[in-house]
């Protein structure tokens, strides 16, 4: 796997507060905020992440390379910090780019959930689709304490 890609940039740490609504975060601390988590899922096998560049990324916004040699191999992350359900749009831009990046597989994050369509479309593919209950589950088995109001982002938005 070549780890050697000018889309990677330097990886941030993100501290959360107690109790913080991931869907109203930055969106550029939400990517990274998926890379730590991600790092911590995957480094006991000997992962590594690496998050790219905000534009020109090619769909990509990180990319875990996994050295296991039989679940490995290197898989495109697509961080969606969404107020609305994901649509099937998305999923396919993610699959035609884990088959253009040569991966082995494709996680797609949102804050949100997705649509019928979406899971539709990912089965049989090799994609996950992790919506903002499951997010929530693997941060909290990591030892985040964050939350998710999507009403509460929207409002946010509308006063911003």
Do not use: C
Request: charged share 25%; proline share 3%; net charge negative.
């Amino acid at each position: 796997m070549n780890r050697e890609d000018p889309r990677f940039v330097a990886s941030q740490d993100v501290s959360l507060n107690s109790g913080q609504n991931l869907a109203s975060m930055d969106w550029a601390e939400f990517e990274h905020l998926i890379r730590q988590l991600f790092e911590r899922e995957f480094a006991a096998a000997g992962g590594e992440v690496r998050v790219t560049q905000a534009s020109r990324d090619g769909g990509v916004d990180a990319v875990i390379f996994d050295p296991d040699p039989l679940r490995g191999g290197k898989i495109v992350v697509q961080a969606k910090r969404y107020t609305n359900v994901v649509g099937v749009s998305a999923v396919r831009d993610l699959y035609g780019t884990v088959q253009h990046e040569g991966a082995t597989k494709g996680i797609l994050v949102t804050t949100s959930s997705f649509g019928p369509d979406a899971y539709e479309f990912s089965k049989d593919k090799p994609m996950t689709l992790l919506d903002g209950q499951r997010l929530l589950y693997l941060l909290q088995r990591n030892g985040y304490e964050a939350r998710i109001d999507l009403q509460e982002a929207k409002r946010m938005a509308a006063n911003a």
